[in-house]
């Protein structure tokens, strides 16, 4: 029977939850690198051993952490991430011109095909690779040097590039996200980049349908349909079906359409979750209840899924990292709470149980299938 | 010989006691401490200090003799009782809650 593997990073450490394909009973693994902050963590699909982790500290900086073992045992790796070339401005907060400093890692990616090649997403935004299994790293400058970049401004959150995804189809495309700037897109393995986001429209920028200045929290897509992906914007659930050329707004009949992480269901790509936050200034679920909303309809048609969360007083976040599926049959949701709880389902949203209810701060939350 | 306290976190990356000893060939200053430091612990590069500007990480101080010598030039000589393995170069992280 296969093993279901889930790498949670909290604000204090790193903990692997681990179970049968039934996912009734988990075992619990951690903290590891206890009283740090640990942003990601993410297993090669090319060899599920192979697990990368970004670990940062106010104190002492990134590291980069790679375990050959699933996550019980750790190497540290290369941390130096140097901007190419000419550093460059982007804006302020107070709109004047400020250099590219790197602070942290936010999201890793690595290869579909090769276990030592992993792209990072950083802030200021910027986005990495390594090709040594992460000894060294190299910025894809392209991105932040293809005509934009000096207009991109930080939202409170910081100037972050923090989804990327690969096109299991075509190796040269690459879809990433930054807040506050958009969505971007190369079609040629990162030489050249394009803003996406035509369609988008935010209320909080001087132009509303600006080319860049969305504050996208997150993109999802589908393997089998690389070219239609979904959106949790600032506000708005967006979707794409021509790889991010144009967006149509799919919040339909959800009760909020803030929120954070967005995720499509392993085995039916139409059907989509995404997790209602009330606003922008209260990041907590609508009515003290906490949701998960499913669409079955690639958006615009959501149901609430309330079996096993919390329906009264509960006011965690759940943060733009912290949703992921499972390949199980049928497909396991996950998600984990600024409250520390990580949820799991493992009949596709319609029951939900707590695997741990006491961690740290959730930051994000993947899952692995392991032979 | 020059001994090196470390913080907790920097102990465990390095998976070392609270206390390293590092050889100095040249001048012992903040730099030639941190240089051998990290040359033989590589694991603690861009933990001290920013890897592209040398300057020290702002959260980081550098204490010895009951001194404050974060603000010193990295290049000034270490105190002499430093320099003579009686007294460590400490590093510490500043406190803060949460």
Known sequence: MSAVRVFVGTRKGAFVLTSDEN?????VQGPQFGGLEIFHIKSSPADPDRVYLSQCSDWFGQQIQRSDDGGKTWETVGNEFAYEGDVGTHQWYDGTPHPWEFKRVWHLEPSLSDPDTVYAGVEDAALFRSTDGGKT?????????HGTGSQWQPGAGGLCLHTIILDPKDDKRIFIAISAAGAFRTDDGGESWKPINQGLRSEFIPDPTAEVGHCVHRIAMHPAHPN???????????R???AGDSWREVSGNLPSDFGFPIAVHTHEPETIYVVPIKSD??????EGKLRVYRSR??????????????QADCYVNVLRDAMAVDSCDPCGVYFGTTGGQVYASADAGD?????????????SVEVQLVS | MIRVALPYHLRRMADVGSEVKVEIAGPATQRSVLDALEERYPMLRGTMRDHQTQNRRPYLRFFACEQDLSHESPDALLPE???AGHEPFVIVGAVAGG
């Open chain 2, 81 to 83: 009782a430093v320099i």
């Open chain 1, 351 to 363: 029951h939900w149980t707590p695997i741990v209810r006491d961690l740290p701060a959730v930051l």
């Open chain 1, 228 to 238: 239609v992906l979904f959106m949790q914007k600032h506000w708005d659930i967006m």
């Open chain 1, 23 to 27: 996912r009734e009973k988990w075992d």
């Open chain 1, 281 to 286: 200034s209260e990041h907590y679920p609508p």
């Open chain 1, 137 to 145: 790293w190299s910025e894809i400058s392209g991105l932040r040097h």
């Open chain 1, 297 to 310: 309809t690639g958006g615009n048609d959501w149901e609430a899924l309330t079996d096993g969360l919390p």
């Open chain 1, 240 to 242: 794409s079906d021509d």
